[in-house]
T-cell receptor, first 115, second 113 residues
């Protein structure tokens, strides 16, 4: 099946720094990728939809300047958490569409801890 | 209430028993999907059921969909300790495009050996 990877799997950073998370589709081209955020014991919350070659579409309440998304190629989307604060600590998960518009393949997630 | 509410929030059973989880939603949908998530890991896609389907099977999994009641159920038969995980339903709403999914709050299933 389709494989999506994320890097890093865990990251600890200091307050005020920026962190970049990569999402890659390993064996398929993904025109659309999604970024989710998940708090402990909670559900996934869609942050933004990332389309290759165009600007990301952010969900209501998600700060565009805070969470920068770049989808520069058909296999890579990046999420940069800028000027991170402790409240940004969370589990960030990406997913990718194979193009069939039916099934999203999820990455393993990135645990961000801001100290 | 949110799209994709699930009950129960937590379910604890013995190995070999069946586990049933329910999901309700509010808008018209293209399809409904069930995912499993082990603690601290990514999501694993289990099964997709389209709005014109009523029941679907995959191994020990059985999913039903009642669009008139806007509800779905996931049945895991002959459960195993390895089935311990959180289970989420997700809806692909009819009025949106590009397969944006809305997730339910999830059911934490614990299967005791």
């Amino acid at each position: 099946g389709a494989v999506v990877s994320q890097h890093p799997s865990r990251v600890i950073c200091k307050s005020g720094t920026s962190v970049k998370i990569e999402c890659r589709s390993l064996d398929f081209q993904a025109t659309t990728m999604f970024w989710y955020r998940q708090f402990p014991k909670k559900s996934l919350m869609l942050m933004a939809t990332s389309n290759e070659g165009s600007k990301a579409t952010y969900e209501q309440g998600v700060e565009k300047d805070k969470f920068l998304i770049n989808h520069a190629s058909l296999t890579l989307s990046t999420l940069t958490v800028t000027s991170a604060h402790p409240e940004d600590s969370s589990f960030y998960i990406c997913s990718a569409l194979t193009g069939a518009w039916d099934e999203q393949y999820f990455g393993p997630g990135t645990r961000l801890t801001v100290t | 209430s949110q799209q994709g509410e699930e009950d129960p929030q937590a379910l604890s059973i013995q190995e070999g028993e069946n586990a049933t989880m329910n999901c309700s939603y509010k808008t018209s949908i293209n399809n409904l999907q069930w995912y499993r998530q082990n603690s601290g890991r990514g999501l694993v896609h289990l099964i997709l059921i389209r709005s014109n389907e009523r029941e679907k099977h995959s191994g020990r999994l059985r999913v039903t969909l009642d669009t008139s009641k806007k509800s779905s159920s996931l049945l895991i038969t002959a459960s195993r300790a390895a089935d311990t995980a959180s289970y989420f339903c997700a809806t692909d709403a009819h009025e949106t495009s590009g397969s944006r999914l809305t997730f339910g709050e999830g059911t934490q299933l614990t299967v005791n050996p």
